[in-house]
């Protein structure tokens, strides 16, 4: 991406995506380190250095934007700590951000350590420079240090503040990908020591030992008294004396073996403590075997012992930094949900704002508000995108399933993005044969999966083109076939398009934009349902067929289909809006009015309450990230106070099925995701209408 003249909100929205994409995209430590520098190229920088505290040293990942002679300079470079206290250069050194917008010679000669370092400087050509630290629950992992050379631009404090947040948001998935890292390095010293126990046991470093079960009177080696910490003389000789030195926990368990062994059970393998004389504790396994009399009665037991502390304090340093990775992991998840939540806030007011100028004038600004309307959806998709991305990870995808006729789903589906298309001068046939064909399957996500291909094939196809839709069947399969006649897939390409955050070239203006998953989420909604895709292509510039074959319902009659209609008219209601966001929460009263319902609107739960004590509603749409009492914890305080005589709606950023069940638990009837759709509200205020007037 270029880098803009001013870094205003879309700009910081788009470095935002950017980030993410990458950020999520990493596969691995190094490339985490390598997205993460880049995340912040070229907007916030010409170029820079990312340095990470990994086990007590520093790793430096370097990277200069399109400027082959400065990476040169700078990939070699490694950290040092900041000994000077008169100026700050390093954040990672001090903790604390570094902010030196104009720099000049004499800033160089002031810092240059040697006369070698000057010229390195100089050669870098820089003018600007920030460093800001990078944190995660308290603890400073690292920091970015960024410069601005070639292009001439100086930093702000807005860019200082901006690269700070930056380094916030992604500080939780660097602390993640460090601690697999570290996981794998344990699990390779684990490796090792296993392959080191190996070679002791091949050179008989162990302790053997025969215990003689009718005397009851065990022989140990030299090996097996240094194991315990014992002298020769200070071992008694018998199963009680070796009980009382196992530690008193495995006691029990030791006794258990050893009767199971005896027993005709299995083989005598235990792994216990002992207490030392020194007052250490010693982890060691012993592995015997029962020799019996000709009567089949227990006569000996022989067996080796030898230490496993070592091994157990890496099984249990691997238990611990998985725990630390799960929690890097969920740490991730939030972090995407709450980026959802982020971006879901400000299209609410804006989506508000062009319903109302639809209901006071349907004419002006028609273009406009249809370009505006355009990009809104394509951001609620890319959201929906990385949600159902990390949904798809955690395998958190449930589905709806009825009968469906995918003849009517495709033609709604088509329908519905043909204006979109259209905006973009493509146009779309559909050849569907005219019986309904059935599958079960749940219809908002196999709509999801019909929109993903249509909006793919549109990405890649030139002005003037035509997309085609085919549906064919047979005995057992329904066969759904997106063809365009567009950029089309380099062979090399063509085996992992169905993978995550995979795309085919783009131009650096990246017009088509998305993320690079929704080929890779239709390929996952098609396999719940116990489909199967294919992607066919004759190479660059030859177009591209996706195919999508689901599993034809057998003996069902004719589907049920829902034909959507403009949204009823609802009687009047009583409502009150709680939104922190003023301009969400004034919009979306002013649209309720147009309907004509009386509303009020409030930012507080405080606020709320006393306006529901001075008149009583019908209704209360309440956001849910409210300060003071949040929006679950003040649909509790109403439900105490006025049990069911309101219909509680949350309407939120949260769109998780988790935040729909916390939703339900605190009491809401309802539960919208933000921006909402007009006519989904209408609806449901017309059925709670509806209600109301039936039961009166």
Not at 586 to 596: C, F, K, P, Q, T
């Amino acid at each position: 991406m270029d880098a803009p003249d001013v870094l205003d909100s879309d700009a910081k929205l788009a470095v935002l995506q950017r980030a993410t994409a990458l950020l999520a995209s990493s596969r691995d430590f190094e490339e985490t380190m390598e997205h993460t520098i880049a995340a912040f190229l070229p907007v916030l920088g010409d170029f820079g250095f990312f340095d990470l505290d990994v086990g007590g040293s520093v790793k430096r990942t370097a990277r200069a934007h399109e400027d082959p002679r400065v990476e040169a300079i700078v990939r070699p470079t490694q950290w040092m700590k900041q000994e000077r206290t008169d100026m700050n250069l390093c954040a990672l050194s001090t903790g604390r951000a570094a902010f030196h917008p104009q720099i000049d010679d004499a800033w160089y000669q002031a810092i240059a350590v040697n006369e070698g370092h000057l010229q390195v400087l100089r050669d870098l050509a820089f003018g600007s420079m920030i460093s800001v630290p990078m944190r995660y629950r308290d603890e400073l992992l690292g920091a970015l240090t960024l410069f601005h050379g070639r292009s001439a631009r100086r930093y702000t404090k807005d860019e200082l503040d901006f690269a700070i947040d930056l380094a916030t948001l992604a500080a939780p998935v660097v602390a993640n990908a460090r601690l697999l890292d570290q996981q794998r390095r344990i699990t390779a010293a684990l490796q090792t020591s296993e392959e080191r126990l190996r070679i002791g046991m091949d050179a008989a470093q162990l302790g053997v030992w025969d215990w003689d079960v009718k005397a009851d009177r065990i022989t140990w080696s030299d090996r097996v008294y240094d194991l315990h910490g014992l002298a020769r003389d200070q071992f008694g000789g018998n199963v009680e004396d070796f009980s009382r030195l196992v530690h008193p926990d495995d006691r029990g368990r030791v006794a258990q073996s050893i009767e199971a062994a005896l027993a005709g059970g299995d083989p005598y393998t235990v792994e216990f403590r002992v207490l030392l004389p020194d007052g250490r504790l010693r982890w060691l396994a012993t592995r015997a075997e029962v020799y019996r009399d000709d009567s089949g009665a227990p006569a000996r037991m022989a067996g080796a012992t030898y230490d496993v502390t070592e091994r157990r304090a890496l099984l249990d340093e691997t238990a611990a930094a998985r725990r630390d990775a799960e929690s890097g992991s969920r740490a991730k998840d939030e972090f995407l949900a709450m980026l959802g939540h982020e971006l879901r806030n400000p299209l609410a007011p804006i989506v508000s704002a062009l319903h109302l100028m639809n209901v006071r004038d349907a004419t002006t600004f028609r273009r406009e508000r249809d370009v505006i309307q355009r990009q809104v959806d394509h951001m609620v998709r890319l959201v929906d995108d990385l949600l159902d991305v990390a949904r798809i990870t955690r395998g958190n995808i449930s589905l709806v399933r009825e009968p469906l006729d995918v003849v009517e789903l495709v033609e709604a589906t088509v329908d519905g993005i043909r204006p979109g298309l259209a905006a973009q001068q493509l146009t779309v046939s559909v050849d569907v044969p005219v019986r309904p064909l059935l599958v079960d399957g749940d219809r908002v996500r196999l709509a999801q999966v019909i929109g993903n291909l249509l909006a793919n094939a549109a990405k890649f196809s030139p002005p003037g083109q035509r997309i085609t839709v085919q549906l064919s069947s047979s005995e057992d399969d329904i066969d759904i076939a997106v063809i365009d006649r567009g950029a089309g897939i380099a062979p090399e390409l063509l085996p992992n398009i169905f993978e995550l955050f995979v795309q085919g070239p783009q131009e650096i203006a990246r017009e088509g934009g998305g993320l690079g998953v929704g080929l890779a989420i239709v390929a996952s909604m098609v396999a719940l349902h116990g489909g199967r895709v294919a992607a066919e292509s004759a190479g660059l510039g030859h177009g591209a067929t996706f195919r999508v074959t689901l599993p034809r319902l057998a003996g069902a009659g004719q589907a049920a289909v829902a034909h959507s209609g403009p949204a009823p008219t609802a009687a009047p209601l009583r409502v009150l809006v709680v939104d922190d966001n003023l301009d969400a929460g004034e919009l979306l009263a002013e649209l309720l009015r147009a309907r004509g319902h009386e509303v009020r609107a409030t930012s507080t739960a405080t606020a709320a309450l006393a306006a529901l004590a001075d008149t009583p509603v019908d209704v209360a749409i309440l956001d849910i990230g409210l300060p003071e009492m949040d929006g679950y914890e003040l649909a509790v305080e109403i439900r105490k106070r006025w049990s069911r005589q309101i219909r509680l709606v949350a309407l939120t950023g949260y769109g998780l099925p988790s935040d729909r069940a916390r939703a339900m638990a605190a009491g809401f009837d309802e539960h919208l995701v933000k921006p909402v759709d007009a006519s989904a509200l209408y609806s449901l205020l017309a059925a709670i209408a509806a209600a109301r007037t039936h039961f009166r």
